[in-house]
């Protein structure tokens, strides 16, 4: 099983998004979280710093500027979405990633703060 170290960059980025309101409080993650072809567009016009501060999670041992690398999506390259976040507690606890599982789950709780669901 893979292992993972937390991106303190891309939860910096999506704090800093929720702090300007950048986000999205319903939505359905299976349907809105990046596709491939997405990815492969997003990638070409921004290049591997700004991809990674999409993911919450750096594979440990891949190699840098491939895909392999990042991991925990938690937003459409332009907004957070609050089922992206709760798709990352999710699926970081099923794997027992409990640095990442964390992480998703201090943005999900400050999202639901700035948002006014608290």
């Known amino acids: 099983m893979a292992s993972y170290t937390v991106n303190q960059r891309a939860v910096a980025r999506a704090r800093k ?11 359905d993650w299976g349907d809105v979280q990046p596709s491939t072809e997405v ?15 999409w993911h919450l999670g750096l594979t440990e041992g891949a190699a840098e500027g491939t895909k392999a690398r990042y991991a925990f999506v938690y937003g459409d ?4 979405h609050r089922t992206g976040l709760i798709a990352c507690v999710y699926r ?3 794997w027992r990633h409990k640095e990442v599982e964390l ?8 999202l639901d703060q700035k948002s006014g669901l608290t």
């Open 17 to 27: 998004l929720i702090d300007a309101r950048q986000y999205v409080l319903d939505s």
């Open 39 to 53: 990815q492969n567009a997003y990638l070409g016009s921004h290049g591997w710093d700004e991809y990674a501060s």
């Open 77 to 80: 390259f332009r907004r957070v």
């Open 92 to 94: 970081a606890a099923e």
């Open 103 to 110: 992480a998703a789950h201090d943005l999900l709780q400050h």
